[in-house]
């Protein structure tokens, strides 16, 4: 569609009434659902409570599992991708998420960053060993609960 003006710019829009750049790189904010279940308002309603009982019970079990041994993380980050399919408050939750992981990562790629990290990592374990070479010294291959006053 052009006005007859040299400078002006045409925008590409996607079906949904998105623009195509956002479209390419992350989908439209909204409902996920099929048609026929946005088309009738009860219906969508309780697709709506279903996504949000279904990603309650998953972020849940995922908060159970932080102290537990399991996933948590994961599983918490997967209830949120369960409540993104229709909530637009977790798809943004979502998107803010990658974002700070992908600057962290690429933070972590940084040549000073990982010297610090090797360094810190490096010096942990160096002091780890010498508080496990002095208990050997000291006490010998004794379990702690079983070390009598000395």
């Known amino acids: ?3 007859g003006s040299s400078d002006s710019v045409e925008v590409a829009v996607v079906a949904d009434g998105t623009d195509a750049d956002t479209a390419e790189g992350e989908r439209g904010l909204g409902s996920r659902a099929p048609e026929f279940v946005k088309a009738r ?3 969508h309603l309780s697709w709506q409570v279903g996504v949000f009982v279904v990603g309650l019970a998953v972020v849940v079990a995922g908060v159970i599992m932080l102290p537990l041994p399991g996933p948590g993380w994961v599983v918490i980050f997967g209830g949120m991708a369960i409540w993104a399919t229709e909530f637009v408050w977790a798809q943004l939750v979502l998107r803010w998420t990658k974002r700070k992981v992908t600057e962290a990562a690429q933070r972590a790629l940084d040549p000073k960053v990982r010297r610090r990290n090797i360094i810190l990592t490096v010096t942990g374990f160096v002091i780890i060993g010498a508080i496990a070479g002095f208990y050997l010294w ?10 009598e006053d000395q």
């Open 138 to 147: 000291k006490f010998g291959l004794v379990m702690p609960w079983k070390i």
């Open 1 to 3: 569609m052009s006005t």
């Open 41 to 43: 308002r009860m219906l």
